[in-house]
Nanobody, 123 residues
Framework: QVQLVESGGGLVQAGGSLRLSCAAS????????MAWFRQAPVKEREFAAA????????IYADSVKGRFTISRDNAKNTLYLQMNSLKPEDTAVYYC????????????????WGQGTQVTVSS
């Protein structure tokens, strides 16, 4: 049974930082492309960042580029999202997702999802 478990969310002031983690089990993590998506209240889920299976290529949404860094540790079966210079508009539930179909910005391309972790940025 595949499990993706996010952690590291919380309440932070604008300008602060958080590091999210996603622990994977039940799949061969090292061959999956991974991503972070987020969903704010009354908004659709949106892409934040993605990373290929070997960490060699990363892509970011324009809204987070230069502030967020996605990374992975295949030995620990863990995905990370370092979030710096946080803004109130970054407030959302953050989800990690896994796919074998290539690094993608589209949620429909991902097969497995975590339950999410809440990030709240106060102004």
């Amino acid at each position: 049974q595949v499990q993706l478990v996010e952690s590291g969310g919380g309440l932070v002031q604008a300008g602060g930082s958080l590091r999210l983690s996603c622990a994977a089990s039940g799949l061969t993590f090292s061959i999956y492309h991974m991503a972070w998506f987020r969903q704010a209240p009354v908004k659709e889920r949106e892409f934040a960042a993605a990373i290929r299976w070997n960490g060699g290529t990363t892509i970011y949404a324009d809204s987070v580029k230069g502030r967020f860094t996605i990374s992975r540790d295949n030995a620990k079966n863990t995905l990370y999202l370092q979030m710096n210079s946080l803004k109130p508009e970054d407030t959302a539930v953050y989800y990690c997702a896994a796919t074998r179909r290539g690094s993608s910005r589209y949620s429909k391309d991902y097969d497995y999802w975590g339950q999410g972790t809440q990030v709240t940025v106060s102004s």
